[in-house]
């Protein structure tokens, strides 16, 4: 079965990892998973919701916002503010990403205040929603880890990392991390969240006018596991990168498009 890209099955795309993308922010990442790239960017707003105060919830809060920007697909995607309302697929895809993230972090350690992820596609290309918790989880580290280096926090919330990655069945084969056309075409398409140490955050799998049988699924939960071990492989690489003293992010981030 040759894929559209000559990839073997099991073959990740390409992945990188370009830190510090957004001065402003307090972590940030532009994540690239082959044509998919993704800023992810983390700011942390000294604060909790109303509602936590109200209830008189401990600790703090984690939230996602999801933006497809109107050039990052083939067609121009029109905004939201444009619509007036956010689109369904955004609004589950921001929802996933915020309980994938508040799954691996220790909320009430985090104290009183909020970490907003923000992720905006640059480029779409398949795989932006598991591309954006991927990126998400870096971001969130690389804030956390100056919150500590600011005297804010003794220690890291942040349980383990997180990533996520699509499989599925492509011309009756199951593959992993899905581009475009393969997800177009693919008769089942799964997306799975996995933690550092292989366990499961969510799956979230269907058939498109197609069943699969359960070697199937094993098949593409296998292929995730493996995909998810290198990928926290790079995502740590990332971490310990942003750390070091950068050069100019905003060049880079141009520099990542050549």
């Not at 922010?25 to 919701?49: K, Y």
């Not at 939201?80 to 990403?97: C, F, M």
């Not at 990392?161 to 799964?190: C, H």
Request: with cysteine.
């Amino acid at each position: 079965m040759n894929r559209p890209d000559s990839r073997s099955v099991d073959a990740l795309r390409p992945i990188s990892f370009l830190p510090n993308v957004a001065p402003h922010a307090t972590g940030s990442v532009l994540v690239s998973f082959g044509n998919t790239r993704v800023i992810c960017a983390c700011t942390v707003e000294e604060d909790i919701p109303r509602w936590m105060r109200y209830q008189k919830v401990k600790g703090g809060w984690l939230t996602a916002e999801y933006n497809m920007l109107p050039y990052s697909t083939l067609e121009r995607k029109q905004r939201d503010i444009t619509r007036g309302k956010i689109d369904g697929r955004s609004s589950e895809i921001q929802r996933l990403i915020g309980r994938s993230l508040r799954a691996v972090v220790d909320l009430k350690a985090l104290g009183q205040r909020t970490l907003w992820i923000d992720c905006d596609v640059l480029q779409a290309d398949g795989g932006t929603r598991t591309a954006s918790i991927t990126g998400g989880c870096v971001a969130v580290a690389i804030a956390i880890n100056k919150l500590i280096a600011g005297g804010k926090l003794k220690k890291s919330p942040l349980k383990q990392l997180v990533a996520g990655i699509s499989a599925g069945i492509y011309k009756e084969t199951a593959i992993l991390d899905l581009n475009y056309p393969e997800d177009r075409d693919a008769s089942v398409d799964f997306n799975v969240v996995m933690t550092e140490d292989l366990n499961f955050v969510e799956i979230q799998g269907s058939g498109e006018e197609a069943t699969f049988s359960s070697e199937q699924m094993t098949e593409m939960l296998a292929l995730s596991k493996n995909g998810v071990t290198e990928i926290v492989r790079l995502q740590k690489e990332a971490i310990a990168a942003a750390d070091k003293p950068d050069g100019d992010a905003l060049n880079d981030l141009a520099a990542a498009f050549g």
